[in-house]
């Protein structure tokens, strides 16, 4: 269980200093930084980041629940 939680912990660290954009979003912050405005650069990572994250919380909290669940069922079957 703790390498699973240490797994989990360690792959959310790792997106949290990755960034990443598809090439019509860069085209869009390269023309926006062009004309002075640095900012959407950075707001539109951090929005790349967040939808990039919740599905990854959300499968991890399936799977977190599941393996729980066949354990109990486990520890029950022994009992």
Known sequence: MKKLLLTTLFTFVSFAVTF??????RATVENN???GESA?????NTGIIYLMVMPY???SSI???WVKKT???KIQGFS
């Open 63 to 65: 799977v977190y629940l």
């Open 20 to 25: 990443g954009q598809c090439a019509m979003c």
């Open 71 to 73: 354990r109990e069922k």
């Open 40 to 44: 959407v650069g950075a707001g539109l």
């Open 57 to 59: 919380i959300l499968i």
């Open 33 to 35: 930084i062009s004309s």
